[in-house]
């Protein structure tokens, strides 16, 4: 396939392989932030490809793993009560609430529907005026525009019957919250291309400045990330920490500014709770007091919600690049894509899904470098 | 009279499970075999039934005979490429195929909605008649219920069907050996984007066509071609990769596959790549993969080469003895992965 296929390119990524073998004289430990990174890597097994020294850990950037708890019990309550459509990106629906999944509710017969955009769950509010229509706005900086041209849309068209369910995230304070960690292993980062498609780069820069870590922004395809960590690497090596673009068929500095216009116009930066890390400050989005009647939250009083993680469960020190999947204790056990503990267990992108579904014939402590 | 506790019929499903049936029970993957495994086959405990083939065979008098039953709930009725007909007729025909079976006689169910449009049906009707003519195949006894508005989607069809076995050879995965080899019939992926886009509205640059086909008479011709076949499969739901691995566990064998070797149209690709789905694991109504002795390989791939709709078939693999039970990928850049059977239909990722 054109533009795709040139970067699977069997020989193009074993001259990368390479030459990161070359560069490499030390162990060096390199997080990738997005989960479609670590599917890649995972799918395509890149890392066997890599010198022994270079390890990669796992970072937080897949919105599935990340959404909290409470927010899936309180998707979970909003989509059990009649008379509402809730709609959902599709892999949201198998995320272990307290009690259930959103497909459980859907088979007791919630109306939930799977959709590729947010606009159409505003097409589906105007042709269910009876009913009320709720969108699970769960993501990073990548899919926000939609939900914010969702939010702006509803208000244009006086929808009165639609909401958005938001726990979005940011990734600047999660790789922050990572770096300022005690127990910190990353020394270089492979930022999420699509991210920086949106938001740009420049918010990275001092990140890079203060904690003296590489930061590449990186693609998702093998020899995009092959060539991510090359450039890593090599500023390691030669002990320089800037931020450099892999993915410049996609990213621009600045990113999309009219996408960052709208998503200023609708959301305000909130503090968050990640799932399995805890609560961040300021490293997410919330619905600006102007957007405040498609708050789903406040339309259907729901703000007080908590909810405990399992105990077991150790997605947060996977998210935080602190375990691999395979050492937690119910990995592929207790654990499995059918009965998932954890929110990593369940999306394509989380990590233990990704070691679940093509790792479990290697021996786990020679083929995963730890 | 013995006391009634002696009669507790209780779930063999784990409380754990799931208390209710979700659509991920009938999406071919994990689910779907727990609930084989755990409910149906013991309720049944048919050693025909064991077998988990396509279909039953079994001998009466000299003939063996192959006797399989499918039912059909299609949402669009209609799609590009086909219609809820010619997928009733083509997947028994082709269930009785893979049991090396000549297709000859079909019952048809018919399960209709109140308010469904005399002319929808007359269209179905058309098409499972004319499907059944490509196919060479009677339709000689069927059934017709009408249920209430809303307890149905238009139109569900079952059928299901006879076929007479010439072939002497037991065709299943018992009879597969390491170093056979696994041959494709062609293209994969097409139905199941095919569905997905009509069902979702999704438009591409070009139309894609399912891929819905009778298999028999191509399956007869590799039959009659002299060669030894151990295995046939049809890739319908859950695909490639599915029907790898039941065969792989079955046979307790590993299967080794090369993904650059699998044939996927570029725009079935491309299309994957925008939903996030692998090819390996969307459902075909015309496709199947054959497992032959390596020395009968290529005289094999010679008998599929003729005859529609396998002209395009290739080898994809072979079979080894372990790692038992698994089946896994080479990779486009030259690592090996696991083909992991998936817990339910694919869902369409977030970003």
Redesign the interface.
Known sequence: ??F??EY???AA??GYAKSIARLTTRPWTIMEICG?QTHSI?????D??LPPQITLVHGPGC??CVTPLELIDKAVAIASRPNVIFCS??????VPGSECDL??V???GGDIR?L?SPLDALRIAQENPSKQVVFFA???E??APAHAMAAFQARQLGLKNFSLLVSHVLVPPAMEAILSSPSCRVQGFLAAG?VCAVMGFEEYLPLAATYRVPIIVTGFE?LDILQGIAMCVAQLEQGRHEVENQYTRTVQTQGNLPAQELMKDVFRVVDRKWRGVGSIPASGLGLRPEFAEFDAELRFDLTAYTAEEHSVCISGLIMQGLKKPHECPAFATACT???PLGAPMV???GACAAY??????HAPASAMKV | MSSPKDFVLSCPLPLTDYPTVTLAHGGGGKLMHQLLEKMILPAFQSPLLETRHDGAVFGIGESRLAFTTDSYVVSPLFFPGGDIGTLAINGTVNDLAMCGARPLYLSCGLILEEGLPMDTLWRIVQSLKSAADAARVQLVTGDTKVVDKGKGDGVFINTAGIGLIDYGQPISPASVRSGDVILLSGDIGRHGIAIMASREGLEFETQIDSDCAPLATVVQKLLSSGVEVHCLRDLTRGGLGTTLIEIAESARLHIGIEETAIPVREDVAAACEVLGFDPIYLANEGRFIAIVPQRDAERALVALRSEEPATGAVRIGQVTASPSGMVTMKSRVGTSRIVDMLSGEQLPRIC
């Open positions: 396939m054109k795709v296929s699977r390119d069997a990524c074993a479609g995972v799918k395509f097994g890149l066997e490809l919105p599935v990106f599709g892999d949201m629906l198998r497909f459980s859907k088979a007791r799977i590729y769960v993501g990073f990548t899919t699509h093998p894509p059918e009965k999306s394509s992108e679940f579904r093509y790792r479990r014939h």
